[in-house]
């Protein structure tokens, strides 16, 4: 970008993977900065189910952590007319999956408890007449604190192998991490000249604050590994009379797809153009130039 007064650098950055939270490392692991130079800021978005036109953004400790965990059960398998001949690793996750849902309301205090453990997946068998060797759990936790995460772990790992020893399991639990997350803060100085910005381009009143999301974003990598600040903002994409209507029955939940549901489809305009314009608006302030409203 050149103008009158400079010439200045805007790299826009695509990023892959990040649905494992490894794109971002990934791309600063393959020398990003080096070969294009470090950033004074980095300002990014996603398109959420959220009206489109609207934009969303909490400055601060905007997404929370994740650590997503495989957890392998093992039992002995038998033919299902003799159950007393197994140690049955259906019944030892059913068991877990269960007991799982006690570590928020019972092992952290309610003014902590902004805290989710999902079970995400359970396999086992192949049969219904044969009990299997084994089952898997797949675990997606969500904390906002370093102290909650380390808790949360503690007693999911205590929980596993509590209920596989219960159940007369014959060899420990396997306990493993798919990926993991970081908190993602957005600088508080970096959000106020972004999203002035951002509202003299599209309106201020279409500028929203969420609140923290429960949601996990790996783009600080970025930020923390350059040393620079983040703004990170939400980009409305649901049709604005559909969400109207959906909200106003009180069937939001119901009716809204979310990211992520086969359902989920952004409708074209204004998403589009209300992103390019919230990008372009946020990287000429940061320039110290000014964006024309659209």
């Given at each position: 970008?050149?103008?009158?007064?400079?010439?200045?650098?805007?790299?826009?950055?695509?990023?892959?993977?990040?649905?494992?939270?490894?794109?971002a490392?990934?791309?600063?692991?393959?020398?990003?900065?080096?070969?294009?130079?470090?950033p004074?800021v980095?300002?990014?978005?996603?398109?959420?189910?959220?009206?489109?036109?609207?934009?969303?953004?909490?400055?601060?400790?905007?997404?929370?952590?994740?650590d997503?965990l495989?957890?392998?059960?093992f039992?002995?398998?038998?033919?299902?007319?003799?159950?007393?001949?197994?140690?049955?690793?259906?019944?030892m996750?059913?068991?877990?999956?269960?007991?799982?849902?006690t570590?928020?309301?019972?092992?952290?205090?309610s003014r902590?408890?902004a805290?989710?453990?999902?079970?995400?997946?359970?396999q086992?068998g192949?049969?219904?007449?044969?009990?299997?060797?084994?089952?898997e759990l797949?675990?997606?936790?969500?904390?906002?604190?370093?102290?909650?995460?380390?808790?949360?772990?503690?007693?999911?790992?205590?929980?596993?192998?509590?209920e596989?020893a219960?159940?007369?399991a014959?060899?420990?639990?396997?306990?493993s991490t798919m990926?993991?997350?970081?908190?993602?803060?957005?600088?508080?100085?970096?959000?106020?000249?972004?999203?002035a910005?951002?509202?003299?381009?599209?309106?201020?009143?279409?500028?929203?604050d969420?609140?923290?999301?429960?949601?996990?974003?790996?783009?600080?990598?970025?930020?923390?590994?350059?040393?620079v600040?983040?703004?990170?903002?939400?980009?409305?994409g649901?049709?604005?009379?559909?969400?109207?209507?959906?909200?106003?029955?009180?069937?939001?939940?119901r009716?809204?797809?979310?990211?992520?549901?086969?359902?989920?489809?952004?409708?074209?305009?204004?998403?589009?153009?209300?992103?390019i314009?919230?990008?372009?608006?946020?990287?000429?302030?940061?320039?110290?130039?000014?964006?024309h409203?659209?």
């Amino acid at each position: 970008m050149t103008s009158r007064i400079g010439t200045y650098t805007v790299l826009a950055v695509f990023q892959p993977a990040e649905e494992l939270g490894q794109g971002a490392q990934a791309m600063v692991d393959d020398n990003l900065y080096a070969r294009f130079g470090t950033p004074d800021v980095v300002l990014g978005q996603h398109v959420m189910s959220i009206p489109a036109g609207t934009i969303a953004c909490h400055p601060g400790l905007a997404f929370a952590a994740t650590d997503a965990l495989k957890v392998r059960m093992f039992g002995r398998g038998a033919h299902a007319s003799m159950p007393e001949a197994a140690i049955d690793p259906v019944m030892m996750a059913a068991s877990t999956v269960m007991r799982l849902q006690t570590v928020v309301s019972r092992e952290i205090a309610s003014r902590d408890r902004a805290v989710v453990v999902t079970v995400g997946a359970l396999q086992a068998g192949t049969r219904d007449n044969i009990i299997p060797d084994e089952a898997e759990l797949q675990l997606n936790i969500r904390t906002y604190t370093p102290q909650v995460r380390a808790a949360v772990l503690g007693a999911v790992e205590r929980i596993v192998r509590g209920e596989a020893a219960v159940a007369g399991a014959q060899r420990d639990a396997e306990i493993s991490t798919m990926h993991t997350f970081p908190l993602m803060v957005n600088d508080e100085d970096a959000c106020a000249r972004a999203l002035a910005a951002i509202g003299d381009a599209v309106g201020h009143d279409r500028l929203t604050d969420p609140g923290a999301s429960s949601g996990s974003e790996d783009v600080c990598v970025f930020g923390t590994s350059a040393n620079v600040p983040v703004c990170y903002w939400l980009l409305g994409g649901i049709d604005p009379d559909t969400y109207a209507k959906a909200e106003a029955a009180g069937t939001r939940n119901r009716d809204i797809p979310q990211n992520h549901s086969p359902y989920f489809a952004p409708v074209m305009q204004p998403t589009i153009t209300n992103g390019i314009t919230a990008l372009t608006a946020a990287a000429l302030a940061w320039l110290g130039l000014a964006a024309h409203p659209a």
